[in-house]
């Protein structure tokens, strides 16, 4: 179905037919994208669940706003991962079961003898406490013995947590102090709890057990929140390569495109590799297209991890890093040539254009399955291999990917600060608001009059209330600070700023030079405070009636 008249790859094509190509790749582009969308209407049961199409009725809609014209025009304002999907957070929870009893020890019970912050009483009352206060916002999971603070009644005690709106498995720490008081029973009492990451004394992490340290690979680099552990696995011994499979795809025109072109695409590898039992190489290099980036200009050099979970994707999909397979490839390689060992050189399949597709290669017994994304825009477009029938066979594993734990640490101290107890409202401006033709309304319903008229209507006065936005002037919210205690991520710089915990990870994890957090840092820091808010107040739908992707599609 794809072949009609779409053989696509002319390089041999003089000058003079650049223009033509470029006619023809519109429309193969059309035809493309009406044939995605045939196909996907009928391959509705197959789609996995997908950020982008929530559900089928929006199926066709959506499609057509991503695909326009071959630019991937997401609604960007919003960034929902994996993370973000599942629909119920998971439930079989080790949680620990606060222990109250056994409390009233005999320590306790003289009032006058110093508090002694490790006995059992000081960690039954502030777990008491915690239960108490944020028993609707986050789930405890485990307490470290708490230490003394920085007085003699003064206790700190760290912990780990689950925010109960996160429906990843992972982790968070707090540690607050906490200032206790003996009661008549032999027990205590807290009588003033401090903010979030109060609790110096006990912030100091367990040191992390060192497995045996192997000479042959250095520590990359030393990881600072004991919890990631996003290293770069390695394969080992020759047998354990020569026995792998693997399915890699040579750098196509995805490279320097939209986060969400580049997610499409790698999720259509990953699919494939899933769907070949392969495992897949994978770039951890990104080039950060201009529309993030403060020079507006395109940055390579930008690692996957500075966005997503690394260590989430090595656990829920077999991939390898692009380097070091092709380094142990050509070492293997150049010994077999030196042995004339049985095993021979590594079989490799190159495959040189999408349209041989992933259920052709089924079969395949070769290691190595190459393909090469060879020719112009579109045809050298990753996600091509994904398209036509192939959709049917290949379902994106959006489940692997997660935002990196380190951005997920700045949400989490920012709800955290606010005691996981605001309520947020999501303001989309920026172009959409300029584009008067495709979003007739948008400007006025966001602007500052409108936006204190309505949001009194679904927010009770004084709340702490998040805003989620792309508009760039900071003041433009501050007719609501007279009804809201009004919160910006701006509000939040010393969290990525040179002083924090992001700043040395990034630092570290970037070979030592400062990273810069970007504009899809920023979105995605923000997507994630709005989902934990008690109260959710959206653009479309809550203070517009335009359409989210423009006029006429709602
Ligand atoms: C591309 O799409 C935009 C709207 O998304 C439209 O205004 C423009 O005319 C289209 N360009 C082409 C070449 O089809
Ligand atoms: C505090 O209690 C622990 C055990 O509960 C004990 O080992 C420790 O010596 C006590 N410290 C002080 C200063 O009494
Ligand atoms: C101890 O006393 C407090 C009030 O002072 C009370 O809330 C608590 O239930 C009592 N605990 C026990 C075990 O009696
Ligand atoms: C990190 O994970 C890898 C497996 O992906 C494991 O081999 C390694 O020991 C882990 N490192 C630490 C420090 O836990
Ligand atoms: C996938 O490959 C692994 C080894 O690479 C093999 O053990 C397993 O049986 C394969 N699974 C399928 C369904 O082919
Ligand atoms: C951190 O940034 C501040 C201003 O942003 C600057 O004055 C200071 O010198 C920086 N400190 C370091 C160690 O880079
Ligand atoms: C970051 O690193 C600097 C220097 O290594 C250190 O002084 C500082 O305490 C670190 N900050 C955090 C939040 O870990
Ligand atoms: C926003 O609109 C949705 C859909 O109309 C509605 O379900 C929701 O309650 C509204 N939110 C608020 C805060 O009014």
Redesign the pocket.
Known sequence: MTDVGCSGSSPELPAAGQHLVKVIG?LCFTFFVLSVLVFSVIAVTYQPPDPWFQSPKSLTKSLSAII??GTF?TDDSLLPTGEDLAASPPSAFPAVLPDYSGGGTAAACDPSAPLNCSDRAVLAAIQRFNSKIFRRSIVFLSYDTPVPGSKPDECDAAWRFRNRREKSWRRYRDYRRFRLAPTDNCTFEVVKAGKFHSGISAARRPPRPRPGSGAASPPAFQIQDAEINDTIPTVGSESQFRNGRYLYYTRGGDYCKGMNHYLWSFLCGLGEAKFLNRTFVMDLNICLAGSYTSTGKDEEGKDFRFYFDFEHLKESASVIEEAEFLRDWRRWNRAAGRSRKPGGKISVRKVPTYKITPMQLKKEKSAVIWRQFDGHEPENYWYRVCEGKAAKYIQRPWQAIWKSKRLMNIVSEIAGKMDWDYDAVHVVRGEKAMKKERWPNLDRDTSPDALEEKLSKMVQPWRNLYIATNEVFYNYFDKLRSHYKVHLLEDYMEMWGNRSEWYNETTMLNGGRPLEFDGYMRVAVDTEVLYRAKLRVETFNNLTRDCKDGINTC
């Open positions: 519109n326009p014209n025009a």
